[in-house]
């Protein structure tokens, strides 16, 4: 079974200011990984994915995610923040072969507000 | 760019009455789900759809849901008889081979029972 945590609904950080949006997974089998955004009235938008390899990836928009197999963890970040990143951001675990089908897991959303 | 579309946007029905949600997915992609989010709430999988069979349900996906996609374009999620908790948004969302490829969503349909 798989499960992620959003630690923090809620994320409020000032223009230009550093985004850090927290996400711990588990998973008895080696994880992929995603992060999507939603912006107001749109569908969700994939950022980035971690599946194999460099464990620091980028993403669209200037964000990155390491994943850390220590610490069960893909936290995601943004050096500087810009008023167009307020969004709501769900990270997501999914099988990594076996018998899945790329079913996602969600965690439950961290609302980004960013203030001028 | 390709994307995912769903019709409608937002539909009200009665309870105890039947829903199609509709959705076209990518033309080239292979697999196809629906998920759901009830307000406040994690968006939760409903179902995965491969070859023309579920390949995958939740226990959310009981005997009142059925996926159907009818003419090779078409993915559609039924609700034969509508609950109130049944109020949700719904997502739909196709992927080319499904397990490490991205999978793309629609902009929902929001379902609400009265």
């Known amino acids: 079974a798989q499960s992620v945590t959003q630690l923090g609904s809620h994320v409020s950080v000032s223009e230009g200011a550093l985004v850090l949006l927290r996400c711990n997974y588990s998973s008895s089998v080696p994880p992929y990984l995603f992060w999507y955004v939603q912006y107001p009235n749109q569908g969700l938008q994939l950022l980035l994915k971690y599946t194999t390899g460099a464990t620091l990836v980028k993403g669209i928009n200037g964000f990155e995610a390491e994943f850390k197999k220590s610490e069960t963890s893909f936290h995601l970040t943004k050096p500087s923040a810009h008023m167009s990143d307020a969004a709501e951001y769900f990270c997501a675990v999914s099988q990594a072969g076996g018998t899945s089908y790329g079913k996602l897991t969600f965690g439950q959303g961290t609302i980004l507000t960013v203030h001028p | 760019e390709p994307e995912v579309t769903q019709t409608p946007s937002h539909q009200v029905t009665q309870m105890g009455q039947e829903v199609i949600l509709r959705c076209v997915p990518i033309?080239?992609?292979?697999?196809f789900y629906w998920y759901r989010q009830i307000l406040g709430q994690k968006v939760e999988f409903l179902v995965s759809?491969?070859?023309?069979?579920?390949?995958?349900k939740s226990e959310i996906f009981d005997d009142q849901f059925s996926v159907e996609r009818p003419d090779g374009s078409n993915f559609t999620l039924k609700i034969r008889s509508t609950k109130l908790e049944d109020s949700a948004m719904y997502f739909c969302?196709?992927?080319?081979?499904?397990?490490?490829?991205?999978?793309?969503f629609g902009q929902g349909t929001r379902l609400t029972v009265v």
């Open positions: 759809f491969y070859n023309n069979e579920i390949s995958e």
């Open positions: 033309s080239n992609h292979l697999y």
């Open positions: 969302a196709s992927s080319l081979q499904g397990i490490n490829t991205e999978a793309f």
